[in-house]
């Protein structure tokens, strides 16, 4: 989602802040060393807060996951896809790179 997000829209990993911590569940912790490049603004939460918690009440503006979060699932009335027309954004991509983006 990085690269597209580079690649196809301009919008650079240090355009934004990262959030980091547990996705649908508090805390987290990486299962391999993780270099963050000195340009990258890194926000790590505490371990009783949630990624999708925080999505659901507006504290953060996106998500870019490896699952589906779960007020996506449930349909929170606020949520909805970055891309909305995903398919066809995915289809053409893969037409013009051979790859599929797998994450969401």
Do not use: C, K
Request: aromatic share 12%; proline share 8%; hydrophobic share 40%.
């Amino acid at each position: 989602m990085r690269g597209i997000l580079e690649d196809d829209y301009g919008v650079r990993p240090s355009d934004f802040t990262w959030y980091f911590g547990g996705q649908d569940w508090p805390g987290h912790g990486e299962r391999a060393a993780v270099a963050i490049p000195d340009d990258i603004e890194l926000v790590v939460f505490p371990d009783d807060q949630t990624l999708n918690g925080l999505l659901a009440v507006g504290g953060i503006d996106a998500l870019l996951a490896p699952h589906i979060p779960d007020s996506f699932r449930e349909q929170h009335p606020d949520g909805r896809r970055l891309l909305e027309d995903f398919r066809a954004v995915e289809s053409d991509y893969h037409r013009r790179t051979g790859f599929f983006p797998i994450m969401y």
